[in-house]
């Protein structure tokens, strides 16, 4: 940890959490990225102004502003009469990501299902592969209700 993000202490928990998302799979600029974006009150920062908080080049967040929009953490802008691209995220980023998720599970329960036909239920593969069809499936109808449930909380504010 340099100097600068040990006196800093948004930059330390930008580090923290970004290493907490590179442990569950993420990459570890977009996670640097993408929390760095999350701390920044606007929401909103420039590919410069990224690479100036994060202490990397600019080259570095080409790759991470890219891989975050390709999975919905985050989206491109500009302002109006501006040059510059900025990269935002909104308040319901986890919301969209989670949302889209469900997208996912239907295509990957649906896959399941076809191979499961394919290995038939006396093969051992047979039977794994529809074991995680109906985890899928558990999940999408788990996911739906969690997020009306959060939907709810959040319009109790």
Known sequence: MTEAVADDPVARFVERFALLMFEAG??????????????????KLTATELATALQVS???????????????LIHKGREPGQRRDHYAVSDTSWYEVLTNRDKLLTSWSAA???GAEILGPDSPAGRRIATTQRFFEFLQREMSQLVERWRVEEAGR
């Open 112 to 114: 399941m299902e076809e």
């Open 26 to 43: 993420v990459p570890r600029m977009p996670a640097r990225v993408f929390t760095r974006l999350l701390a920044t009150d606007s929401g």
């Open 58 to 72: 600019p080259a570095a967040i080409s790759g991470a502003v890219r891989y975050l929009d390709q999975v919905g």
